[in-house]
């Protein structure tokens, strides 16, 4: 892909002094996981996701002018009403990161102010809502100064821009399915943004549920940047990206086929062997907890007996997402209340289900 069509040729900011922008942007679920990346945020595998609903971030940012440019971004951030210090500096090296595709930011100090409908502490990532939800703010503010941006390659940028904070965050921006990375099988699928990809999806998969038990608020031991680092020199790794080309590969099949049997069989065997990575790294990290791991077998064991289409998948980290078809929520919930909730912290979970992406608010 041709990154320069995202450095703007033209700005027109003559006359615009003030503007506001409000996004609301969704986490998503990997099916088939991204670990391990090359260069600058280029994935070492291609993954397909599920984008959710329920879990998002807010993010307003207001653009100042100022009298004079300057070279570093001004901004001010509340997290939910707040200064946050450790948001700040996430955020100040992101623009850092993006400053050659976004040369209008220099002109306007920038007052963001960001929350997420999930508790901050519920051991649920934030950087994919977050960063899609700070990129399509900064990318909607282009639209009305860049007259060469129009609004295909505008959804592309946000991706483009969401990735350089975060890679699963260029997965938010659309729904309900994305593909990033390159694929001989997915007709435009790109290393440097996610695109929804090119098939007609199973109705059995349009209302799918997520739901995610809370099995530990805690932040993570390991950060995900330090995780697919650990790829680099894994005795495992050329297996991996070998399995996860053939899942992806696969799963184009399902997700039109509707073989519910066989997704959760991926699904699973994915988030297994991301930990499996994890735990086969030098150094090594365990991220499941003993709750986690007591929630899989219940789930594993009500299957069997129940011939259910509930399965499992996890992230980096010890919570359990359950996907599952609309159709089972009733008895799903049932055993969720009676036999899952006992492994989550203080009882908690969050229902979600698959969303469409990013979307503009009422200021
Ligand atoms: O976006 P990052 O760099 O935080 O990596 C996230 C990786 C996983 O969540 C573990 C898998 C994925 O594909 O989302």
Redesign the pocket.
């Known amino acids: 892909m041709n990154t320069k069509i995202f450095i703007p040729r033209e700005l027109q900011i003559e006359g615009v002094n003030e503007h506001v922008e409000k996004w609301r942007s969704p986490s998503?679920i990997?099916l088939v996981?991204?670990?391990g990346k090359v260069g600058h945020q280029i994935p070492a595998n291609p993954?397909i996701?599920f984008t959710l609903k329920n879990s998002y971030t807010e993010t307003e940012i207001k653009f100042i002018k100022k009298e004079e440019a300057s070279s570093d971004i001004e901004f001010e951030l509340l997290f939910e009403g707040e200064k946050n210090e450790s948001f700040t500096t996430k955020v100040a090296s992101y623009f850092d990161n993006i400053k050659v595709y976004t040369p209008y930011l220099k002109y306007y100090r920038l007052e963001i102010s960001t929350s997420n409908s999930f508790p901050h502490s519920s051991g649920i990532?934030s950087?994919?809502s977050g960063f899609s939800a700070l990129s399509v703010c900064l990318v909607a503010f282009e639209e009305k100064i860049n007259p060469e941006l129009n609004s295909r390659v505008a959804g592309q940028k946000a991706s483009f821009l969401a990735r350089l904070g975060?890679?699963?965050?260029c997965r938010s921006i659309e729904g309900p399915v994305m593909i990033w990375g390159e694929h001989d099988k997915y007709r435009l699928s790109a290393n440097e943004v996610a695109v929804v990809p090119d098939l007609k999806l199973n109705p059995i998969f349009e209302d799918y549920q997520d739901t995610i038990l809370l099995i530990d608020k805690g932040v993570k031991s390991v950060s995900?940047?330090i995780?697919?680092g650990l790829m680099q020199d894994h005795p495992f790794a050329k297996q991996r990206f070998i399995q996860a080309n053939n899942h992806i590969a696969e799963m184009r099949e399902i997700l039109q086929n509707g073989d519910l049997k066989r997704f959760g069989e991926i699904l699973e065997s994915e988030a297994l062997t991301?930990h499996s990575m994890m735990m086969t790294s030098m150094p090594y990290y365990i991220l499941m907890k003993p709750n986690t791991l007591l929630a899989i077998q219940a789930v594993k064991e009500y299957r069997e007996k129940s011939g259910s289409n509930l399965y499992f998948t996890l992230?980096?980290g010890a919570n359990v997402h359950l996907l599952y078809p609309k159709s089972e929520v009733k008895e799903i919930m049932n055993f969720i209340e009676k036999e899952l909730v006992v492994y989550c912290e203080n009882q908690h979970y969050i229902c979600d289900e698959l969303g469409s992406g990013a979307f503009k608010l009422k200021v």
């Open positions: 998503n990997a996981k991204y670990w993954s996701s990532a950087s994919a975060s890679g699963s965050a995900s940047t995780g697919h991301l992230d980096a």
